[in-house]
Structures are given as C-alpha cells and as structure tokens.
Nanobody, 123 residues
Framework: QVQLVESGGGMVQAGGSLRLSCAAS????????MGWFRQTPGKAREFVAA????????YYRDSVKGRFTISRDNAKNTVYLQMNNLKPEDTAVYYC????????????????WGQGTQVTVSS
C-alpha cells in the first residue's frame, strides 16, 4: 500500500513556474514508477510525465516537453514536477500516482493516487 499527498499547486501568471511535490508513505516507494496526470472539468485525466523506478527514464506528453521536469528523491520518498513557462492550457488538477506496471504512460496502469492539487495559470 502506498499513500500519496501532493502539494505545491497554486495560481501563477503565464510564463511563471511552480514545483509540485508528492510525498509517499508506505512500502517500497523506490520500487514504484511514479507519474503525474492532470484533469480539467469534463475531460479525461491525461498523462503529463512519468519516471521509471529502475532505469530512471523519464517520459513526457509532447505539450510539456522542454518545460516540465519530473524527478524523484528516494531518500525522501518524494517525486517532483518542476513546471516552467506555464501556459493557461496547463490549468488543471494535478495528480501523482504510483505503479509497479511496465507501461507507465497510461492512467489505468496506476494503482495508487493522490488527492490532487490545483494549478491555475492566468493569461
């Protein structure tokens, strides 16, 4: 069982930056791949970024490549999402999630989810 708590959301102007954190508790955090997803009202939850637990490889949706960076600190049981040059279309509730699956860009591969944190980008 893994419990996840996100923090760091807020309101920022376009072009600004935010860093989301996701603190994990429970067993074997370091052996779980971690992902960030986001969702806006009326739309499906979409993949944003993920980091593989063993290789450290990272994956991003095209629209955030070069602007967002996912990282993890296993000693602190925390995964981060650094978001730079934010755009109004990045506005969403952001969720972190954990999985032992191999395909880590699909939301249905994830077993554990946080409660979400709101990110609002004004133009």
């Amino acid at each position: 069982q893994v419990q996840l708590v996100e923090s760091g959301g807020g309101m920022v102007q376009a072009g600004g930056s935010l860093r989301l954190s996701c603190a994990a508790s429970g067993r074997a955090f370091s052996q779980h791949s971690m992902g960030w997803f986001r969702q806006t009202p009326g739309k499906a939850r979409e993949f944003v970024a993920a980091i593989n637990w063993s290789s450290g490889n990272t994956y991003y949706r095209d629209s955030v490549k070069g602007r967002f960076t996912i990282s993890r600190d296993n000693a602190k049981n925390t995964v981060y999402l650094q978001m730079n040059n934010l755009k109004p279309e990045d506005t969403a509730v952001y969720y972190c999630a954990a999985t032992r699956d191999f395909i880590i860009t699909r939301f249905d591969a994830y077993d554990y989810w946080g409660q979400g944190t709101q990110v609002t980008v004004s133009s």
